[in-house]
C-alpha cells in the first residue's frame, strides 16, 4: 500500500490552525515594488522573449520566467517584514490577460514558474521558523474583459468576452497554480462577479481531473464610496452570489484606503460564516498617482480594527510596502482574531441587492 509524501494536506491544517491562533498577515503590493526597480525592456525580454514581436515592458508576470531573482527577492522581502501568505506573482497571467502582449502560449509556464518561486521561498522560511509556517496563495486577477457590463454604450447586450472563454481561462491558470504547489487559491480585486463566479467554478472543477480541493480565499473590490462593486452589488449581495463555495475566507482589497473601507469590512463581518480578509490601499493615490499613506497610518487603522474583532487576514495592495507590512504584523501580533458567526439557515439570494426569506 502506497503513502502519500504529498506536503499539501498537512499544509494546509497548519494554514487552518494558524487562522485559528492569531491574525494572519498577507504580503503588500507588487506594482509599486517592482517600479522601484527601475527595469527596462530588456529585463521582460529576457533570452526566451528577445525576437518577441511585441513589447513587453511592464508585464510583471513574465518576470517569473526572465527575472526569477527579482520575484524570489519580494517573496523574501515580505517574509522578513512579517508576512505569513505571499501571493504569487500571477494577477495577469491568464490567457486573455496576456493576449494583450502575445504571450497566451507562456501561460502555463508563467503560472507554474511563479508557484515555484513562491513556494521554495515559503518553505525556506518555514524551515529557519518551523513556528511561524508560511503559506502560497495563487494569485487569480479579475481580467481586463468583463461579462457583466456591455462593451459599448449603445449595445446593453455587447460583450468583449463570453462565460466559456473566461472559465477556460481561468481553469488554466488554476491548474498551473495547483500543479505549481500553492496552499489555497485567492480570487482578488473582484469588481465583476460573474467573473469570479466563472472563476471559482474553474478551480472546484479541478477536482474532475483528480486534483486535491484546496482552501479558496475570495476578495472583492468596493469602488468607491457608493459600496458596491463596479458591476452594482453591495456587501450583502456579493457574498451571498459566492458563499456557495464555501470559501476559505472573503474579504475585501484595492480601490480604497483603510478609512473609507472599514465599513464595508464591518458589514461582512456581520454577514460572513468564515474567515474574513482586507487588504487597503495606502490611502487614495495623489494627483501624481502615488501613495502618501506612511506605514503606521495604515498599521493603525488595521490594528483597530484587529480590536474590533473585524477581521482574521490583514495586508496591503496598491502603494503598500515591506515596511507597511511590518508595520501591520506589529500592530496585530498578540491579536485575537475574529470569530466567525453562526447564522440562522435562510434562503438568501442575490443580485444587486440582497434577498432573503427566513
Same mark, same amino acid.
Given at each position: 500500500?502506497?503513502?502519500?509524501?504529498?506536503?499539501?494536506?498537512?499544509?494546509?491544517?497548519?494554514?487552518?490552525?494558524?487562522?485559528?491562533?492569531?491574525?494572519?498577515?498577507?504580503?503588500?503590493?507588487?506594482?509599486?515594488?517592482?517600479?522601484?526597480?527601475?527595469?527596462?525592456?530588456?529585463?521582460?525580454? !529576457?533570452?526566451?522573449?528577445?525576437?518577441?514581436?511585441?513589447?513587453?515592458?511592464?508585464?510583471?508576470?513574465?518576470?517569473?520566467?526572465?527575472?526569477?531573482?527579482?520575484?524570489?527577492?519580494?517573496?523574501?522581502?515580505?517574509?522578513?517584514?512579517?508576512?505569513?501568505?505571499?501571493?504569487?506573482?500571477?494577477?495577469?497571467?491568464?490567457?486573455?490577460?496576456?493576449?494583450?502582449?502575445?504571450?497566451?502560449?507562456?501561460?502555463?509556464?508563467?503560472?507554474?514558474?511563479?508557484?515555484?518561486?513562491?513556494?521554495?521561498?515559503?518553505?525556506?522560511?518555514?524551515?529557519?521558523?518551523?513556528?511561524?509556517?508560511?503559506?502560497?496563495?495563487?494569485?487569480?486577477?479579475?481580467?481586463?474583459?468583463?461579462?457583466?457590463?456591455?462593451?459599448?454604450?449603445?449595445? +446593453? !447586450?455587447?460583450?468583449?468576452?463570453?462565460?466559456?472563454?473566461?472559465?477556460?481561462?481561468?481553469?488554466?491558470?488554476?491548474?498551473?497554480?495547483?500543479? !505549481?504547489?500553492?496552499?489555497?487559491?485567492?480570487?482578488?480585486?473582484?469588481?465583476?462577479?460573474?467573473?469570479?463566479?466563472?472563476?471559482?467554478?474553474?478551480?472546484?472543477?479541478?477536482?474532475?481531473?483528480?486534483?486535491?480541493?484546496?482552501?479558496?480565499?475570495?476578495?472583492?473590490?468596493?469602488?468607491?464610496?457608493?459600496?458596491?462593486?463596479?458591476?452594482?452589488?453591495?456587501?450583502?449581495?456579493?457574498?451571498?452570489?459566492?458563499?456557495?463555495?464555501?470559501?476559505?475566507?472573503?474579504?475585501?482589497?484595492?480601490?480604497?484606503?483603510?478609512?473609507?473601507?472599514?465599513?464595508?469590512?464591518?458589514?461582512?463581518?456581520?454577514?460572513?460564516?468564515?474567515?474574513?480578509?482586507?487588504?487597503?490601499?495606502?490611502?487614495?493615490?495623489?494627483?501624481?498617482?502615488?501613495?502618501?499613506?506612511?506605514?503606521?497610518?495604515?498599521?493603525?487603522?488595521?490594528?483597530?480594527?484587529?480590536?474590533?474583532?473585524?477581521?482574521?487576514?490583514?495586508?496591503?495592495?496598491? !502603494?503598500?510596502?515591506?515596511?507597511?507590512?511590518?508595520?501591520?504584523?506589529?500592530?496585530?501580533?498578540?491579536?485575537?482574531?475574529?470569530?466567525?458567526?453562526?447564522? +440562522? +439557515?435562510?434562503?438568501?439570494?442575490?443580485?444587486?441587492?440582497?434577498?432573503?426569506?427566513?
Amino acid at each position: 500500500m502506497s503513502v502519500s509524501t504529498d506536503p499539501r494536506p498537512a499544509r494546509i491544517a497548519a494554514l487552518k490552525a494558524a487562522a485559528r491562533e492569531r491574525i494572519l498577515v498577507l504580503d503588500g503590493s507588487w506594482g509599486v515594488m517592482i517600479q522601484r526597480r527601475g527595469l527596462d525592456e530588456a529585463d521582460f525580454r !529576457g533570452e526566451r522573449f528577445a525576437d518577441h514581436a511585441m513589447p513587453l515592458k511592464g508585464d510583471n508576470d513574465l518576470l517569473c520566467l526572465t527575472r526569477p531573482d527579482i520575484v524570489t527577492d519580494l517573496h523574501d522581502t515580505y517574509f522578513r517584514a512579517g508576512a505569513d501568505i505571499a501571493e504569487t506573482n500571477t494577477f495577469n497571467a491568464t490567457s486573455l490577460s496576456q493576449s494583450d502582449y502575445g504571450l497566451e502560449s507562456a501561460v502555463v509556464d508563467i503560472n507554474l514558474a511563479a508557484a515555484a518561486l513562491a513556494r521554495e521561498s515559503a518553505d525556506r522560511w518555514t524551515a529557519a521558523d518551523p513556528a511561524k509556517p508560511r503559506f502560497v496563495a495563487g494569485a487569480i486577477g479579475p481580467l481586463s474583459r468583463t461579462l457583466s457590463m456591455s462593451s459599448d454604450v449603445n449595445d +446593453p !447586450g455587447a460583450r468583449q468576452v463570453t462565460y466559456d472563454a473566461v472559465y477556460d481561462a481561468y481553469r488554466e491558470q488554476a491548474r498551473a497554480l495547483h500543479k !505549481g504547489g500553492v496552499d489555497l487559491f485567492l480570487v482578488e480585486t473582484v469588481f465583476d462577479t460573474l467573473n469570479a463566479k466563472a472563476a471559482i467554478k474553474a478551480i472546484l472543477d479541478l477536482q474532475d481531473e483528480g486534483l486535491e480541493p484546496l482552501p479558496i480565499w475570495i476578495s472583492g473590490t468596493i469602488t468607491d464610496r457608493s459600496g458596491r462593486t463596479l458591476s452594482g452589488q453591495t456587501v450583502e449581495a456579493f457574498w451571498n452570489s459566492i458563499r456557495h463555495a464555501r470559501p476559505f475566507a472573503v474579504g475585501f482589497n484595492c480601490a480604497l484606503g483603510a478609512d473609507l473601507m472599514r465599513p464595508h469590512v464591518a458589514e461582512l463581518a456581520r454577514l460572513s460564516d468564515t474567515l474574513v480578509a482586507a487588504y487597503p490601499n495606502a490611502g487614495l493615490p495623489n494627483a501624481f498617482g502615488q501613495y502618501d499613506e506612511e506605514p503606521e497610518q495604515t498599521a493603525a487603522h488595521l490594528d483597530e480594527w484587529a480590536r474590533s474583532g473585524l477581521v482574521n487576514i490583514l495586508g496591503g495592495c496598491c !502603494g503598500t510596502t515591506p515596511e507597511h507590512i511590518a508595520a501591520i504584523a506589529r500592530a496585530v501580533a498578540g491579536k485575537t482574531p475574529r470569530q466567525p458567526p453562526v447564522r +440562522p +439557515p435562510a434562503m438568501r439570494l442575490s443580485g444587486l441587492e440582497a434577498f432573503e426569506i427566513a
